[in-house]
T-cell receptor, first 110, second 116 residues
Framework: GQNIDQPTEMTATEGAIVQINCTYQ??????LFWYQQHAGEAPTFLSY????GLEEKGRFSSFLSRSKGYSYLLLKELQMKDSASYLC???????????FGSGTRLQVQP | GAGVSQSPRYKVAKRGQDVALRCDPI?????LFWYQQALGQGPEFLTY????????KSGLPSDRFFAERPEGSVSTLKIQRTQQEDSAVYLC??????????????FGEGSWLTVV
């Protein structure tokens, strides 16, 4: 089975930096996805990490440590539109579907 | 199509009624997934198809839930004798290949089911 742990809620200020952590346990490992989901909308793909280290993509970066079962999503220069839920989804081997964490609801304040 | 399309977008069902939710995946996508998402929670896996074959239905909560994808494209999730705990958003997703590694999964906007 899989265990995924991420904070339920976070609050940050516009223009600031926020780090959303995710710890996980999987049977085997086939990469880790982060998705963004605005209220009432579909989850949208943000990043995919399969090797250790930091992947940067504009204002968003994602980090992975396979040995520690740990990932984080780093959001820089926060904007109001970044208020959303952020879903961590590690992929185990032997399964073809992603398992999602409960998500971290981020609120960006002016 | 351009994206994953789901219908109906909203459905109110009386308890005990049967419902059918439709998913049109992105054209040519091999894999199709159904997820159930309760308010404030992440999506919970229900079932997975590779083309027309249902390879994993371990997430279906009871035998009242049934999914099919007879021609390997459009899929239908059917819920029989709906109960209040079935109220949730039902998300459909598709991906190009039949494997997870490096393979982005695209979600539809979901079908919002309310059982009264």
């Amino acid at each position: 089975g899989q265990n995924i742990d991420q904070p339920t809620e976070m609050t940050a200020t516009e223009g600031a930096i926020v780090q959303i952590n995710c710890t996980y346990q999987t049977s085997g490992f086939n990469g880790l996805f982060w998705y963004q989901q605005h209220a009432g909308e579909a989850p949208t793909f943000l990043s995919y990490n399969v090797l250790d280290g930091l992947e940067e993509k504009g204002r968003f970066s994602s980090f992975l440590s396979r040995s520690k079962g740990y990932s984080y999503l780093l959001l820089k220069e926060l904007q109001m539109k970044d208020s959303a839920s952020y879903l961590c989804a590690p992929a185990g081997t032997g399964r073809r579907a992603l398992t999602f964490g409960s998500g971290t609801r981020l609120q960006v304040q002016p | 199509g351009a994206g994953v399309s789901q219908s109906p977008r909203y459905k109110v069902a009386k308890r005990g009624q049967d419902v059918a939710l439709r998913c049109d995946p992105i054209s040519g996508h091999v894999s199709l997934f159904w997820y159930q998402q309760a308010l404030g929670q992440g999506p919970e896996f229900l079932t997975y198809f590779q083309n027309e074959a249902q390879l994993d239905k371990s997430g279906l909560p009871s035998d009242r839930f049934f999914a099919e994808r007879p021609e390997g494209s459009v899929s239908t999730l059917k819920i029989q004798r709906t109960q209040q705990e079935d109220s949730a958003v039902y998300l459909c997703a598709s991906s190009r290949a039949g494997r997870i590694s490096g393979n982005t999964i695209y979600f539809g906007e979901g079908s919002w089911l309310t059982v009264v």
